[in-house]
Structures are given as structure tokens and as C-alpha cells.
């Protein structure tokens, strides 16, 4: 019971990557050891921070403010150089949009991604009808030995939707409504519920 | 969270820890004669109790479920505790912990099960429904906004395969066997970009807060 929590296990807690056994000896651990509690706090802001960045990394330099200010930098660095490629990919984009036009009746939208937390007080802001939504689900403190199902429910507790879980989960485009994302251990417990708005 | 908890980064790895707090803050607990002095009604015994989980407990259940009655909860667990082992519920009581964790957890599930109930009962007797309002306060927001800058700023400056790593690492989720393998890393190379990339996210955090003191210092 002295030895505190190593950075790993603090850090597979967040993801929500733990064994049960570890899950509970860490989280008896946090009960008594203060200095664990702000340890954890620490690499919980640092997780999500490196997760939203690398989101907006990985969505391209289009997409994420940072990436954003990144790009038009470089472009005012050097654009004289660039200006050959990005007309070619912007021709590239124009064919691809003409060939898409022809081939499919109706353009898929992009998934919108929203960030559903397990510390109450950061639920995310409405997200929008008729788009798939990506939802990144935040597993701190679920082990990783069992499985798990999820459902979307409407305001009415109607399911309306189920999914496998993992970190990030598809959904197919909700109609607008208030709506409840919950996560069962296989026995049937509910764990965790996530409350979702989605606006037109 | 305040501003300085969510800036002040303290990234430490456990040989980090100074050795004080490292191997000698948590104190060893036998519970037997703290559970059987409960038992027997001492109130000491019970401050004690108190004492020693009262914070953990808020934390845990303000995690889970907010700040709001969480005074009204942690009273609700001790209680439970309390009862359980004065009516002899707790057969081991070297499980002390792992039974407070228990109560906690069944505490915060009872919790998400009554307000799915209370909406049920809620939505069929009105057309709509209301949520609270959990948006992040402004505060909370802004630290947020400032944390993922600077994440942003660490991935930008960072080697390619170095940020790769941590892109399939916290954005992917994969485990640092499968990355290691396909990306030809040994588990300290591993351990070093991202304890690295810490590091300089507690570093850069650090300075972000300095230079916003000395600026509002200024102005005082």
C-alpha cells in the first residue's frame, strides 16, 4: 500500500485500459495517497489534451486552430514554392468532387466528432441532425478484462441505437432530440451514461 | 479545477518522486483494530475512519458525478460503512479498502440508475425533457483550450515518427506492444518519447502560468 501508482497505470486508468485487478488496487490506492489523487488529475488534463491535439492533427491542417495557424505560417513562409502543389490538389479536389457528383446521388457527410467525458460538468455542446457522429468515449476507470455494450437511448429511454465499445464509436446520423449514451458491463450493469444533444 | 492545478504540470516519473513522499507518505494500514474499535461504537475510531477516506471518497464520487450534494454522498457512504461493520457485514476486515471502494462504486451506480428512472417517470408525463446544462464553465474551458495548445505545440515540433508514436498511443489507442513492434521501437524508446513529450508539456505549462502571473502582476 506505500507504493504509489506508477505514471503507466495512471495513464492506462485514463484510457481506460486496466485490468479490473489492477483497476481496483489503484483506485483503493487513490482513496488514501493524495499525492496519487493530483497525480492523476495531472495526467488526466495531459491525456485529453494529447488526444484532442492529435485529433486535430490527424482530421489535417484544415481542421484544429493550432494546425490552422501552423499552415497559413507556413504558407506565408514560403508560398511561392507551394503554389504548384496546391493547385494540382486543389484540380485534384475539383475532379473528385465532379466524379462524386456523378456517382452518388447523395454526398456523405463527414462524421462530427463529440467528446463524451466521465467528469460531469464538461458534457460537449449540441451536435448536429443528419451528420454520423464520431463519439470518442471517455473509459477512465473501466478495466479492460470484460467487455462491454453500448446503446443510445432517446429522451423516452427508446433505444435507438447499439454499438461494441471502444474509444471511438461510429454512430449513424440522430434526428434532433435529447439523447442518453450508455455503456453495460455484459452482465447487464450499467456503468456509465453520457447525456448527448443533437440540434438542426 | 484551478488554473494553477491544470498549468503547474508536475510530471514525474515514480523515481522522480522525492523520497520522502515516494515510499514513506502512504502509511501501512492495519485495519483489524481500527474496524474492531467501529464495531465497538468509538467515535474516535469513526473520526478516524473519517479522516482517513473523506477525501478520497470526494474524489471518486466528484469525478463521477459532479460537485453537486457531494457532501450529502460522502456523509450517505460513510454511513453505509459505518452500519456495515458495526452489523458485522464486514467479515475481513483486512478488506477494508476494497470494501469501501465497493460501497463507493455502488454509490455512484445507484446514483446514474436513479436519475435513468427519474427521467423515465419524467418523460412520459411531459412532452419534453430537460437537461441541465453541463457545458464546461468559461474557466474550465479556457484552461482546456491553453492544455490542447500546448500539446498542439509539442506534436508540431516533434520528430514525425516521434509524434506518430503519440498520435496511435492516446488518439488510437493502441498498446505499446503493437506500436513498438510495427514501428521498430524497444519499450524504453517507447517509454522516453512519451515521458519526453510530458516532461515538456509540464515544462511548457509551467511557463504559460509564469508569464500570466507576471502579466496580471503588472497590472495590480
Given at each position: 500500500m506505500a507504493d504509489h501508482v506508477t505514471e503507466e497505470d495512471l495513464e492506462q486508468y485514463c484510457l481506460g485500459g486496466l485490468t479490473e485487478v489492477r483497476c481496483a488496487r489503484l483506485e483503493e490506492h487513490l482513496l488514501l495517497c493524495e499525492t496519487c489523487r493530483d497525480r492523476l488529475t495531472e495526467t488526466e488534463n495531459f491525456v485529453g489534451a494529447m488526444r484532442q491535439a492529435s485529433r486535430q492533427i490527424s482530421e489535417g491542417p484544415l481542421k484544429g486552430r493550432a494546425a490552422g495557424i501552423v499552415a497559413s505560417r507556413t504558407w506565408r513562409q514560403s508560398w511561392p514554392g507551394q503554389l504548384a502543389p496546391m493547385l494540382i490538389a486543389a484540380l485534384l479536389l475539383v475532379c473528385a468532387a465532379v466524379w462524386f457528383g456523378r456517382h452518388s446521388s447523395v454526398p456523405a457527410p463527414l462524421p462530427f466528432a463529440v467528446e463524451l467525458t466521465a467528469v460531469r460538468g464538461a458534457a460537449p455542446g449540441p451536435a448536429p441532425a443528419g451528420r454520423p457522429l464520431s463519439l470518442e468515449l471517455d473509459l477512465t476507470g473501466l478495466s479492460d478484462g470484460q467487455p462491454f455494450a453500448g446503446e443510445v437511448v432517446d429522451a423516452s429511454g427508446a433505444r435507438v441505437a447499439e454499438f461494441a465499445v471502444s474509444a471511438s464509436v461510429r454512430l449513424q446520423a440522430l434526428s434532433p432530440g435529447d439523447y442518453f449514451v450508455r455503456i453495460y458491463k455484459s452482465s447487464g450493469e450499467l456503468l456509465r451514461e453520457y447525456a448527448l444533444t443533437v440540434k438542426r | 479545477m484551478s488554473e494553477a492545478t491544470a498549468l503547474t504540470l508536475n510530471v514525474q516519473s515514480m523515481s522522480d518522486l522525492p523520497e520522502s513522499t515516494a515510499m514513506h507518505e502512504v502509511p501501512q494500514h492495519a485495519w483489524s483494530p481500527l474496524v474492531e474499535r467501529v464495531r465497538a461504537g468509538d467515535r474516535a475510531a469513526m473520526e478516524e475512519l473519517y479522516g482517513l477516506f473523506s477525501k478520497g471518497i470526494r474524489f471518486y464520487l466528484c469525478r463521477q458525478l459532479?460537485?453537486?450534494d457531494l457532501d450529502d454522498r460522502v456523509h450517505d457512504v460513510f454511513l453505509t460503512i459505518t452500519q456495515a461493520i458495526q452489523s458485522g457485514e464486514l467479515r475481513e476486515p483486512e478488506r477494508l479498502m476494497g470494501y469501501v471502494r465497493t460501497v463507493v462504486r455502488r454509490q455512484v451506480a445507484a446514483r446514474i440508475d436513479a436519475n435513468v428512472h427519474a427521467r423515465r417517470r419524467q418523460a412520459s408525463l411531459d412532452d419534453g425533457i430537460v437537461l441541465r446544462d453541463h457545458s464546461p464553465d468559461p474557466e474550465r474551458l479556457a484552461i482546456r483550450g491553453e492544455s490542447i495548445e500546448v500539446a498542439l505545440r509539442i506534436l508540431n515540433s516533434i520528430a514525425k515518427r516521434d509524434r506518430e508514436v503519440l498520435v496511435r498511443f492516446?488518439?488510437?489507442?493502441?498498446?505499446a506492444e503493437q506500436i513498438c513492434r510495427e514501428m521498430g521501437l524497444t519499450e524504453t524508446q517507447f517509454r522516453l518519447i512519451k515521458s519526453r513529450a510530458k516532461a515538456r508539456f509540464g515544462e511548457l505549462g509551467k511557463a504559460r502560468l509564469s508569464r500570466k502571473v507576471g502579466f496580471a502582476a503588472r497590472f495590480r
Open positions: - | 459532479g460537485p453537486q492516446y488518439l488510437n489507442e493502441q498498446p
